[in-house]
């Protein structure tokens, strides 16, 4: 259960605490709502509405009676919204207001849990959060009391969620100068 990313980056949003777009929390970005065909599933872009898919149909009318079939033909499209969001940031557009923003959002959490992310070797396993590079931060907050009240305690998780978004974000600008992200919604 749960919402994962992927792209350049890779990890699972925190259940019940982050939303698929929290990106655009650290960086000003409209993020990008794919389509898909209906039937085929394939992907398309947004001047391709009006046609069909042409990988899977030698016709507009095949693609529609495929559709019809699958009883899918109500609003007579042949696309969805795609049950996705993604980004496509790069270093010189992005990556200052991203270290703004960190800075920002570091004020908040506690300084231990900030010294736990202070210990990450910087290499490329920041760049997959299921690698257990981000355990330590988790394993050091289910052990120590940093945090008072539970009203705190999901506003500060809320925070560190978001941190470790934007810790994966940064080393991923930083190393490779952009840094493209498919987030399910």
């Known amino acids: 259960m749960g919402r994962f990313y992927s792209g350049d ?42 046609k069909y898919c ?7 009318k095949e693609h529609i009676e495929s559709v019809k079939e699958d009883e899918d033909y109500d609003d007579e499209l ?23 923003n960190m800075n920002k959002i570091k004020t ?16 490329d396993k920041i760049l ?8 330590p931060i988790v394993d050091f907050i289910n052990t120590n009391k940093v ?11 809320t925070l560190i969620a978001r941190y470790t978004l934007g810790y994966q974000i940064e080393y991923c600008l930083r190393t490779t100068e952009s840094c493209s992200i498919y987030c399910e919604c």
């Not at 042949?78 to 049950?83: A, F, H, S, V, Y």
């Not at 908040?108 to 290499?123: A, L, V």
Request: proline share 1%; hydrophobic share 30%; net charge negative.
């Open 9 to 50: 980056i890779e990890g699972k949003f925190w259940f019940g605490i982050q939303s698929s777009d929290d990106i655009s929390n650290l960086v000003d970005y409209e993020y990008i709502q794919p389509y898909i065909w209906k039937f085929c599933g394939c992907s398309l872009d947004d001047d391709e509405k009006d």
């Open 54 to 60: 042409k990988s899977c149909f030698n016709s507009k």
């Open 78 to 100: 042949l696309w969805i919204e795609d049950q996705s969001i993604s980004y496509d940031l790069d270093k010189d557009t992005h990556y200052q207001q991203l270290v703004d």
């Open 108 to 123: 908040y959490i506690h300084e231990d849990i900030i010294k736990e992310f202070e210990k990450i070797e910087q290499n």
């Open 128 to 135: 997959n959060a299921f690698t257990g590079v981000f355990q």
């Open 147 to 157: 945090l008072k009240n539970d009203e705190d305690r999901n506003n500060i998780y």
